[in-house]
């Protein structure tokens, strides 16, 4: 499956290249807006919360003529999700999820600067941690936390797609807005879990096009 999804990736770049007419190029960076899409009979999954995160990175754009493109990207995002236990208000957690990821989105141009969006994407966890607070743990900084890495539980490659709007300027200027929806559950499978958590992210970006 893995091999399907990179050999996928690695086409959708190669036929951009091929049928380039013209190159943009450039760093973006963003906020992220977070949650995980929950089915289960885990209690503690049932109170997740939006968490407010960040991406950067770079991406490249092949501009195919006057109104398509493919804008392959290359990002850091961390994702996640914040809990907490109904009745209990010193208990909160926090999943917290960081990867590398490369969505390919296909660029339909409606007028010369507004822009629809698409496309699948692939992202590789770096990290994965629990990060809980309650009078059980006190940091150093008087605030009471725990880190606990979660990594070994949560499948190492995430698949989804991406949809949205974008706007690009005249002077090279790029804004964006996508929904970023993941398809795989990220937790590896387990005899006695059966609980299902997918990500799940808007993400709102500015960046700024070279030539």
């Known amino acids: ?10 086409s959708l770049i190669c036929v951009g290249l091929s049928k380039a007419q013209d190159l943009y190029f ?19 999954f049932t109170n997740n919360q939006m968490k ?3 991406h950067l990175g770079v991406f490249a754009e092949f501009v195919l003529n006057d109104m398509f493109s493919v804008q392959p990207e290359l990002l850091y995002s961390v994702k996640g999700a914040r809990f907490d236990i109904a009745g209990d208000e010193d208990f909160k ?3 917290v999820y960081k990867y590398i990821s490369l969505p390919i989105v296909a660029k339909y141009y409606v007028t010369e600067e507004i822009t629809i969006e698409a496309g699948p994407q692939v992202a590789y966890l770096l990290s994965a941690k629990n990060i809980e607070t309650s009078t059980v743990y006190v940091t150093s900084l008087g605030k009471e936390a725990a880190s606990i890495d979660i990594k070994d539980e949560i499948q190492p490659y995430d698949f989804g797609a991406t949809a949205g709007v974008g706007y690009l300027t005249k002077t090279g200027f790029y804004i964006s807005a996508r929904y970023n929806m993941g398809l795989l559950n990220t ?16 993400q709102l970006s500015v960046g700024f096009s070279f030539q």
């Open 93 to 95: 957690a926090a999943y």
């Open 26 to 44: 450039g760093p973006k960076v963003g906020a992220n807006l977070t949650n995980i899409t929950y089915t289960g009979d885990t209690e503690f």
């Open 187 to 202: 937790f590896k499978e387990q005899p006695d879990i059966s609980d299902t958590l997918k990500n799940g992210a808007i």
């Open 1 to 10: 499956m893995k091999r399907i999804i990179i050999t996928v990736f690695l």
């Open 52 to 54: 407010l995160s960040s």
